[in-house]
C-alpha cells in the first residue's frame, strides 16, 4: 500500500522515515481504514531493502554454539559484535558479483530499531524493535583472514553483501518471534538449517548489550548471527561459484534470492 498516499502526505514515501516516526506510524496504522486501501502490485525482484538508509549497521560473530564449534572457537562470554557498512545493503532479489573463489555464506536474523535505546534491559528491548527481516551476511574469507587481525568488516561489506528482506515484519504478527527457523540452500542443495531460539544471545539480550555501549537509532540494523553451516566450516571448504543461486528462507518473514557471477 503507498502509505503517503492512504495517509493523505502525513507520512513520506521514503520507508527510512518510517523508523524516525516508528509510534505516531503504529498509532495511525492502528485506527486506519487499511481494508478500504489499494494493494500495489509488485515483483520481488523490484522491492530495495526495507531498511535503505540505516545509521548503524551491527553484525554478531559465533552466536550459535555448533557455528563456534565449526569455526574452531570456544562458545563466547559475550557478543562478539563488528559492523557492515551500508553501501554493501541491497535488496531481497539481486545479482552478487563475487570479487573473489573464497565468498562464503550466512543466513542470519537481522532486527530492525524502531525507539532509540540507551541502557536498555533485556526485558524491554522487545518494545525497541520495529521488526524483523532476513539477511544474508556474504563473507568474503580471504579478506577476512587477512593480516595479523581479522577484517571482518571489509570483508562482509563488498558490494551486494548485505542483501535483506523481502519484507520488515512486526513482531506481533509472530507467534514467538525469538523461534523462526532459519536455513539456505545453493541450487537446492540445503547447507545451513536451525532456529533462531537456539541462539546464545537472542534478540533481547544483544539489544541490551548494544545499548549498554552505544546509542541504537530507529532504523539501525542488527543481523544477529548464523547457524552452523557455513562453507569455511567444510572440509574441503566450499565456496559461491559464478552461476550459482543462493536462496535464503526464514519462516514468517520470507526469502531471500541471490544469483553470483564473476568471481576470480
Known amino acids: 500500500m503507498d502509505i503517503e498516499r492512504l495517509s493523505g502526505g502525513r507520512f513520506d514515501h521514503d520507508p527510512q522515515q518510517a523508523f524516525e516516526r516508528w509510534d505516531e506510524l503504529t498509532r495511525w496504522a ?11 502490485p509488485f515483483r520481488p525482484e523490484d522491492l530495495g531493502p526495507p531498511v535503505p538508509a540505516p545509521r548503524q549497521v ?9 557455528h563456534a564449534r565449526e569455526s574452531g572457537f570456544m562458545r563466547p562470554a559475550a557478543p562478539l559484535v ?3 557498512y551500508a ?8 545479482t552478487v558479483e563475487l570479487p573473489t ?9 537481522v532486527a530492525v530499531i524502531g ?5 536498555v534491559s533485556a526485558d524491554e528491548s522487545w518494545s525497541h524493535v520495529a521488526g524483523l527481516t532476513v539477511g544474508q551476511d556474504l563473507s568474503e574469507r580471504t579478506c577476512q583472514h587477512a593480516g595479523p587481525a581479522p577484517q571482518f568488516s571489509l570483508a562482509k ?17 509472530l507467534d514467538d518471534p525469538e523461534d523462526l527457523a532459519l536455513s539456505c540452500e545453493v541450487d537446492g542443495v540445503v547447507l545451513q538449517k536451525g532456529r533462531t531460539g537456539q541462539m546464545i544471545f537472542p534478540v533481547r539480550e544483544l539489544i541490551a548489550y548494544l545499548s549498554s555501549i552505544v546509542t541504537l ?29 543462493l536462496h535464503s528462507h526464514i519462516a514468517g518473514l520470507g526469502d531471500l534470492r541471490q544469483t553470483f557471477t564473476g568471481g576470480a
Do not use: M
Not at 561489506?157 to 504478527?173: A, H, N, R
Open 30 to 40: 492502528a485506527t486506519a481504514d487499511l481494508e478500504a486501501a489499494e494493494v500495489l
Open 58 to 66: 551491527f553484525a554478531v560473530g559465533l552466536n550459535y554454539d555448533e
Open 82 to 84: 563488528f559492523t557492515k
Open 87 to 94: 553501501s554493501s545493503l541491497t535488496g531481497p532479489v539481486s
Open 101 to 109: 573463489d573464497t565468498v562464503d555464506w550466512e543466513v542470519e536474523l
Open 115 to 119: 525507539r532509540e535505546a540507551r541502557h
Open 157 to 173: 561489506s563488498f558490494p551486494g553483501f548485505s542483501p535483506t528482506g523481502p519484507f520488515l515484519v512486526t513482531p506481533d504478527e
Open 217 to 245: 537509532h530507529p532504523g539501525d540494523l542488527i543481523f544477529t548471527g548464523t547457524p552452523a553451516g557455513v562453507g569455511a566450516g567444510r572440509t574441503p571448504a566450499l565456496y559461491l561459484r559464478p552461476g550459482q543461486t
